[in-house]
């Protein structure tokens, strides 16, 4: 049995984690990290845990795969930063977990920004430096969107130094616009251009993204501005959400019928603090505060259904029309919150136990 200081206060799926996320900060591209995720079974059952798919560049060892009740074991998670793109990457690393009759998922979720390094310049490189010009400043305005006719935004990019700008990679944080090309060169002196592309819906009057751009220029390797759409609706449309808001009632008995059969995930959207007073049983947190919020919605499975709640319902509701933006299908919305569970005296549970 593999020891571990105190109570194990997250975790993946059934298992009790010491972490669902794991950060590995900056990496220069190449280079590689190891970082442990410490698993407990609080189960009465034996746990088999195994991996739901393969991810590249990431190697991943249980110890062990066979994890006897009220032990511990490891997750060793060894990531490569090869053949990445430069910039943030949000993935999302999939187990199986099947104990007694019961077959059931968990997740990591990993962060990475691959970076360039710099230090390795040479005294004549350091010398004639690429540099990168851009007419935006911190905010773009696109004005007039037409739903379902596509906007493109041309982006000039100017290399004013003395050795070729190498654009490394473009990102744009809501899918929504796409970028293309997302990485060329600039010859020194010269001028190129990228298109930011976006097909409104009817569904939202405006749009919002940020936009990150990765050089090789040491002094701007990266480059963040806004980018806001105004969507000229039409007269009397409006937005569409298709998560169904239900009482308290329903929401119980949608949780009974989908008990350990893996298919509902009940996600719990207020702070970790408010989560650690009492929370629905098996539910899952995410801070709708957290800035990575939008991000990790991207990264589930949206063929699973979701009973989305938060304290009261105004972050919960807020939380559903992203996700229906986002592309959920299948979404309820407990709008009384955890107050109207309290309420009707239903039980709540201690994620910390």
Known sequence: MISTPGKLRKSIGPLDANKDQVNFGEMFLGTTQTKIVKIHNIKEDTMYISLAGEYEGIEIEIEP?????????????????????????????????????????????????????????????KENLPEIKIPVKKTLMIENLIPGELATEVIEVENIGTRDLYIRNIQSLDEKFTIDPTAFIVEPGKKSSFNINVTPDTRMNKLKSTITIISNDPNQSVINFTIIGKVDLPEGSSSKYIADDIQIEKAAKIVKSFKGNGKLIILDVRTVEE???????????????????????????????????????????????????????????????????????????????
């Open 275 to 353: 989560y650690s007073n009492g929370c629905l049983e098996d539910a899952i947190n995410i801070d709708f505060y957290s800035s990575d919020f939008k991000k990790i919605l991207k990264i589930l499975d949206m063929g699973k259904t979701y009973l989305v709640y938060c304290q009261s319902g105004i972050r919960s509701k807020k939380a559903v029309d992203l996700m229906s933006e986002i592309g959920f299908k299948n979404i309820y919305h407990m709008h009384e919150g955890i107050e109207g569970w309290k309420a009707k005296r239903l039980k709540l549970v201690d994620p910390n136990k």
């Open 65 to 125: 795969t066979i994890l006897n009740p009220a032990n511990y074991g490891e997750i060793v998670i060894h990531f490569n930063s090869e053949n990445r793109d430069y910039g943030r990457k949000t993935e999302l690393i999939q187990f199986k977990i099947e104990f007694a009759n019961s077959k059931q998922q968990g997740h990591l979720i990993l962060n990475s920004n691959i970076v360039e390094d710099f230090s390795i310049l040479t005294p004549d490189e």
